[in-house]
């Protein structure tokens, strides 16, 4: 295979490493958000059981794909970060604070501490998914690059359209855990997410009508593919089956359904980022440094590919298993320990 072929291969892994990293972590960071309306204890203990066996697991693609990009694409690496990092640094810091209060708040006696933990709980996955959306528009709206190295300010990141994809990621997050208890749990808390999600939807849908319209006016090569010939006929498909995917979820949550929320909810997520790899392919780094520009030599390539070929299928068994042993509602009163 050529150097290109392999890069190309590696974009692919990467992309799907930041893809299941989305929808999988996100609906336990949306679970996390809905603390802030969630007052009662024993609910909230029932809404953190059910993603206690698979939250872990969830992040190792964000590992993989951070790995990936550092072994891969080197270049991509040190543009990224320096342009980047109070929103990475930002996005770890939420994930400790958030990983510190999951374990703790299951073991602190007093009412005071148990609150502190649930607040560091909420604000951790807030702080995270906000980090993850101005992480997002910050590379879509382009980075300054001079001779191969980052060329622009300390905020550059921080834009209108930056804020509007954090705001944007917040919300749709919560929907997906706001679907994610509507799947696993029962009784009033199952109802109230259901509730919740339903006004989710239609947020978290008018934000990515917001965002699609304003991302192709940040690069050329967008808008020749949203709107350009032969570009629409890859990217038009997109919103009519989001469309449709959201009527299935109308259908699904007015009638009660338990998992077509969810399905539809991780469907759209998927679709959302299907567009992004559309829009940006071939660029690793908008507007103009390549997937082929920033790839390592050949021989790199194909060392990281193979621990690869072995890590993956792993990752992928091992969190179908967990989804498999810890399927089914989630009772009130139950543990983690």
């Given amino acids: 295979m050529s150097t290109e072929t392999i890069a190309t291969i590696w974009a692919g892994l990467i992309a799907f490493a930041v893809m299941a990293y989305v929808v999988l972590d996100g609906f336990d960071l949306g679970v996390g958000m809905l603390f802030a309306v969630e007052r009662g204890a024993e609910d909230r203990d029932t809404m953190v059981n059910s993603i206690a066996p698979m939250w872990d697991g969830n992040e190792t693609w964000l590992v993989l794909g951070g790995g990936g990009l550092f072994g891969v694409f080197p270049l991509a690496y040190a543009v990224i970060m320096p342009a980047l990092y109070p929103t990475i640094l930002g996005m770890l810091f939420g994930l400790i604070f958030r990983g510190v209060a999951f374990e703790f708040r299951f073991r602190t006696e007093t009412?005071?501490?148990r609150k502190l933990w649930d607040f560091s709980f909420f604000g951790g996955s807030t702080l995270a998914a906000l980090c993850q959306?101005?992480?997002l528009g910050g590379l879509l709206q382009g980075i300054h690059v001079v001779n191969r190295q980052y060329a622009g300010g300390w905020f550059d990141w921080l834009t209108p359209f930056t804020v509007l994809c954090g705001i944007a990621v917040v919300v749709g997050y919560a929907w997906l855990g706001a679907c994610w208890l509507v799947?696993?749990?029962?009784?009033?808390?199952?109802?109230?997410?259901?509730?919740?999600a339903q006004v989710?939807?239609?947020?978290?849908l008018a934000l990515i009508v917001a965002v699609s319209l304003w991302t192709p006016f940040l690069n050329a090569t967008f808008m020749h593919r949203w709107f350009g010939w032969p570009g629409i006929l890859l990217t038009s498909p997109v919103p009519i089956l989001i469309a449709l995917i959201a009527l299935g979820f109308h259908i699904g949550i007015t009638r009660e359904h338990h998992l077509t929320p969810f399905l539809s909810a991780l469907a759209v997520f998927v679709l959302c980022f299907a567009g992004l790899g559309i829009s940006m392919f071939p660029l690793m780094i908008p507007p103009d440094i390549t997937i082929w520009q920033a790839a390592a030599p050949r021989a790199s390539q194909l060392f990281v590919l193979v621990g690869a070929s072995v890590l993956i299928p792993l990752i992928l068994t091992y969190s179908g298993l967990s989804y498999w042993v810890f399927r089914g509602k989630v009772k009130a009163g139950a543990h983690y320990h």
């Fill in 133 to 135: 959306g101005l992480t």
């Fill in 200 to 204: 989710l939807a239609w947020a978290t």
């Fill in 183 to 196: 799947w696993r749990t029962e009784g009033s808390l199952q109802h109230r997410a259901r509730r919740q």
């Fill in 111 to 113: 009412e005071r501490g």
